[in-house]
């Protein structure tokens, strides 16, 4: 019986980028509404993958968002792909009804994306915005509506650090949360309107 051929050991711009990923589990927290883990990573999507899922909870621990931002490498190269490098991102989230009736909220979200990957450096994105309404029938009938957004995205990133590729993804799933970007603080309502 011939023993198992032992796995390829991985490319070394690859672990580099694997790595670059999980320092974010191991740095402090990117904010305090997010949890995030290494998951499994698809195996047939690229020879090389890494991924990680996200959370992101409300005060009443409730889960607001989720998402999944995937690193893919073909050491081979593939059409697209910045030196053998694609990320692909998924994020879903609760919507309110009014927000998601807007027709402008897939344009808008998919800015949200571009504006937080700019600093990070990307090319070759592509993505959908799926909006989603779930009405309740039957026994269920008694359950409100909801609403949810998807988004789902790749890009591949120009730099080597993919840092602020988690980050921006992370960045993302908090707005679309509903949460104020990072490092804007909201403002509690006020009692009888604005101003008084």
């Known amino acids: 019986m011939t023993p198992p051929t032992p796995p390829a050991p991985e490319p070394p711009a690859f672990r580099r980028a694997a790595d670059a990923l999980r320092a974010v589990l191991s740095g402090p927290p990117l904010r305090p509404e997010l949890d995030l883990e290494e998951m499994p990573a698809p195996q047939r999507l690229a020879p090389y993958a890494a991924a990680l899922s996200g959370g992101v909870w409300r005060d009443d621990d409730t889960e607001a968002a989720t998402g999944r931002l ?10 697209g792909w910045t030196n053998g490098f694609r990320i ?10 009014e927000i998601a009736a807007d027709e402008l909220i897939g344009p808008v979200a998919w800015s949200w994306l571009l504006e937080a990957l700019e600093p990070a450096g990307y090319a070759g994105e592509s993505g959908t915005i799926t909006r989603a309404v779930s009405e309740s029938f039957g026994d269920k009938a008694g359950e409100p509506s909801t609403t949810e957004l998807e ?22 799933m908090c707005v679309t949360a509903g949460l104020p970007p990072a490092g804007v603080t909201a403002l509690p309502p006020r009692e009888g309107g604005f101003g008084r």
């Open 70 to 79: 995937i690193l893919l490498y073909d050491p081979a190269g593939r059409d």
């Open 88 to 97: 692909v991102a998924y994020i879903q989230a609760d919507l309110e009804p």
């Open 151 to 172: 988004l789902r995205a790749s890009w591949s990133p120009t730099g080597d650090d993919l840092t602020g590729h988690v980050a921006a993804w992370c960045e993302v």
